[in-house]
């Protein structure tokens, strides 16, 4: 019977371990495990962490600065359009108000027009029924002066004498 | 070194490497416990420190250089494969999944880095402690989350089979889960590193003992040199892979006790 961790040919068995291999086995394990969890672990965790907060803060960043550029457009497009509607407006509110003054004006004019005609018809009215009295007067005066020198007889008669007159002027009116 | 220095000393005939060139002596003679893996292991674990602390310290959202490479590593554990495995409850997880990758993956590469050149995990001590711990953790969480009798009942019947199956099923389990898994966890970390660095010093030794053979044999040595090389490049590929293995069967026993129904 030879020891157990001897092979038949004298060599040593090498799947028998040492103690001491087994043992410093563990304790280097335990070191690094120690050291690793506590100082490194932790540190590229946070380093992890930062950067998925770096990327998605980023990102984050981006897309409300995309949405705030696109509300922007949106803003400025609806502007434009009131500005467009609004110059049209005031461009169609300014042609009727020219074409109301232009109308009001024509009226106006046409008005006054009309007015001083008429101003000039009746005074040219006035005048002639004026002159026709005036001249009725003095002719029928004259008449009378002559024809009263003429017959010899003085028509001092008031409606005779205007009656005479009438008639005459008729007279005259129907041979002209 | 032993070896090459038995080898000078023996002058005739080729010793092949065996399982007592793993057996170093101790570096101070009259600490017989303070063995070169054992530096090694106290070795990697300041390095780790120092390199993560230093790469972390800043925590910067734009990460330089130093905190780039630390994060990458760091963010291959945590996002690659404990948040794919573990589910929800990652987080809790992660530092010792984290460490448990770091400090295999540096003692895996101290069998190829010039001068150290020797996998600490290639003394199964190492390995079974890492085994013990991930034993010890995972049996922890499932009692924890599910009780005692409702997890112990979960491994031994599992459930949705029939009943005769119990009879070849509860054994298989009982074994797997409480035998099997530590032993094949922590011998296939140490049976790759120990191969690995084996075969390292086949071709190394074998080539240098083969430049001083006589001259037809000294055309041969390049030969074995670059399959050296060769090999050194492709253990540093298992180092990679079996720290990742280790890291990723210990998440997936974790995430088995986690879960109701494994």
């Known amino acids: 019977m030879q020891p157990l961790n001897l092979l038949a040919g004298g060599e040593l068995n090498p799947l028998i371990p040492h103690t001491s291999e087994v043992i410093v086995g563990f304790i280097a394990f335990t070191l690094l495990f120690l050291v690793l969890k506590s100082k490194v672990v932790p540190m590229f965790e946070k380093a992890y962490a930062a950067r998925t907060e770096a990327i998605q803060g980023g990102i984050e960043r981006a897309e409300k600065a995309q949405l705030e550029a696109q509300r922007a457009l ?3 497009n609806e502007q434009l359009s009131s500005a467009q509607g609004e110059a049209a407006k005031l461009r169609e509110d300014a042609r009727a108000q020219g074409a109301a003054i232009l109308e009001e004006l024509r009226t106006k004019a046409q008005d006054e027009a009309a007015r001083i005609t008429a101003a000039a018809h009746a005074s040219i009215e006035a005048e002639r029924q004026q002159a026709i009295t005036s001249l009725r007067n003095e002719v029928g005066a004259l008449a009378v002066e002559l024809a009263s020198k003429i017959v010899g007889e003085a028509l001092d008669d008031q409606v005779r004498q205007s009656r005479i007159v009438d008639r005459f002027i008729e007279d005259l009116e129907k041979s002209k | 070194m032993r070896t090459f220095v038995s080898l000078a000393a023996e002058g005739e005939g080729f010793t092949p490497p065996s399982a007592n060139d793993f057996v170093l002596p101790p570096i101070f003679e009259n600490i017989s ?11 990697s674990v300041i390095l780790i420190s120092v390199f993560f602390i230093i790469s972390s310290r800043k925590a910067a959202t734009v990460p330089s250089k130093m905190q780039f490479a630390g994060e990458s590593v760091y963010g291959f554990i945590r996002d690659g494969l404990a948040k794919d495995v573990l589910g929800p409850e990652f987080m809790r997880f992660v530092p010792y999944l984290f460490t448990l990758f770091t400090f295999v993956l540096v003692n895996n590469w101290f069998g190829i880095v010039p001068m150290l ?5 290639s003394r ?11 034993y010890l953790v995972y049996h922890y969480v499932g009692v924890k989350k599910q009780g ?50 084996l075969l390292l010093l086949v ?7 083969l430049l001083q053979g006589v001259v037809g044999l000294k055309l041969v040595s390049p030969f074995a040199f670059t399959m050296g090389i060769a090999l050194t490049f492709f253990e540093f590929m298992v180092q ?23």
Not at chain 2, 36 to 43: E, H, Q, S, T
Not at chain 2, 124 to 134: E, K, R, S
Not at chain 2, 240 to 258: D, P, V
Request: charged share 10%.
């Open chain 2, 124 to 134: 199964v001590g190492f390995a079974y402690a890492l085994a013990i711990i991930t």
């Open chain 2, 33 to 43: 416990w303070f063995t070169k893996p054992i530096l090694l292991a106290f070795v």
């Open chain 2, 240 to 262: 990679c892979l079996q720290a990742y293995i280790f890291t990723l069967l210990t998440a997936l026993y974790i995430a088995g006790s986690l879960a109701d129904e494994h």
């Open chain 2, 117 to 121: 050149q020797f996998p600490t995990f």
């Open chain 2, 148 to 197: 005692l009798g409702h997890y112990l009942k979960g491994i031994a019947f599992m459930p949705g089979v029939p009943k005769p199956i119990y009879v070849l099923l509860t054994p298989i389990e009982i074994a797997t889960f409480f035998i099997v898994r530590p032993f094949t966890l922590g011998l296939r970390l140490f049976a790759n590193m120990f191969a690995g660095h």
């Open chain 1, 74 to 76: 949106v803003q400025y």
């Open chain 2, 203 to 209: 071709f190394i030794l074998g080539g240098e003992h």
